[in-house]
């Protein structure tokens, strides 16, 4: 293949590569989970020789159900890999178990004007907001300065509001957009990417479905089938290396509370370490998940409100319900990670740092000599 001719981009299964053993739903992506919507806001302006500022960022905004987050909240959870970086109203989380506005992700840089921003916007739909109580919004970010011009501030309200607004339960695009316009991933472009798992418990069928923001390992480390592809591909390096964070967000109709679920998104780790991560010091990889199996209302006629729960504590010699929904979160976080990795296209940003793509079909040709494809 002519190298200088750009390859397609496509999800991995396009390709042959198949991840894990579980059923996969419609749309092999977190949309699967009903209910839960996407949105991004892709922001690329300026070029390096212009002098004006490089702009390589954006925002991605997943809502957990259709209704009014503020009066109606979901049971959730976060777990931390490595802890270099930041996701607002974490304490919330750890102290009440539940999530009451939008994820929203962004850049390093924006993290404070997109919790300002969902603040605002939810306050504009929703009197009571700010007078009966306050959002306090979830927010996490990946630093993506090595394309974009962090000293500029490239990102507004506005681009918040139009992630937010423009999300839906579609098909939910890949690679480099939203908040990963400007991210990297073992050194490669990074990109966003989503997969989705279905299963049968005891006669239901439940969906987890998984999205991330990839930025995060460096090329040496990289894994794809098990097969060592960064140490087979030593070209295609950008200037310097430069990390930042993978944020994962899982979803579930699966009736977990947050002891529970703060269990499912820890089994992102595992998804990771299979694509070769070792969650690198300088790395935040902070992982939320929620349930939509529970919607908690504000005011309610009577003071207890029933909730439905996965049972605990089953004999796990006889093999633990839970243990399936791990095994979803693990393949589903795998094969969003490859997808992130094989849709990103290379991009060139400011001054002149580029991140190469994932060259596919040098890629597929290691994975047949190794026999995984």
């Known amino acids: 293949m002519d190298r200088h001719i750009p390859e397609k981009r496509g999800r991995i299964r396009e390709f042959g590569l198949t991840v894990g053993q579980l059923e996969l739903g419609p749309h092999n992506g977190i949309t699967d989970v009903a209910g839960v919507r996407v949105g991004h806001r892709t922001v690329v302006h300026g070029e390096p020789e212009t002098g004006e500022p490089v702009i390589r960022s954006g925002v991605t905004a997943i809502w957990p ?173 950008p200037e310097y290396h430069s990390e930042g964070s993978c944020i994962a967000v899982v979803a579930t109709d699966a009736p977990l509370h947050p002891g529970q679920l703060r269990r499912l998104a820890r089994r992102v780790d595992v998804g990771l370490a299979r694509t070769g991560s070792v969650g690198n010091d300088g790395s935040g990889e902070i992982f939320i998940a929620f349930s939509t199996a529970n919607v908690i209302p504000r005011e309610t006629p009577r003071l207890g409100h029933p909730v439905e729960v996965l049972a605990e504590g089953q004999f796990w010699t006889q093999g633990s319900p839970i243990d399936r929904l791990f095994e979803a979160v693990a393949e589903a976080t795998e094969e969003a990670a490859l997808n992130a990795l094989f849709q990103a296209a290379t991009t060139r940003g400011r001054g002149g740092h580029v991140l190469h793509a994932l060259p596919i079909g040098r890629t597929l040709e290691f994975l047949r000599s190794w026999r995984a494809l």
């Open 65 to 237: 159900h259709g209704g009014d987050l503020f009066r109606e909240r979901v049971y959730g959870a976060i777990s931390v890999f490595n802890g270099y970086g930041e996701v607002t109203s974490k304490l919330v989380i750890d102290e009440w178990g539940m999530i009451g506005s939008p994820i929203v992700i962004t850049d390093t840089t924006h993290i404070g004007m997109a919790y300002d921003a969902v603040s605002r916007y939810m306050a504009a739909r929703d009197p009571d907001v700010g007078d009966l109580d306050v959002v306090i919004p979830v927010v996490a970010e990946c630093d993506d300065g090595f394309l974009s011009d962090n000293r500029a501030f490239g990102l507004a309200r506005e681009d918040v509001f139009a992630a937010l607004d423009v999300a839906s339960g579609d098909p939910v695009p890949e690679g480099a957009v939203g908040s990963a316009t400007g991210t990297q991933q073992f050194d490669f472009k990074g990109g966003i990417g989503t997969s989705s798992r279905v299963l049968e418990l005891k006669g239901e069928r439940f969906t987890v479905g998984v999205l991330l923001n990839t930025n995060y390992a460096n090329r040496h480390q990289l894994q794809i089938l098990g097969v060592p592809i960064g140490r087979l591909i030593g070209d295609l390096m």
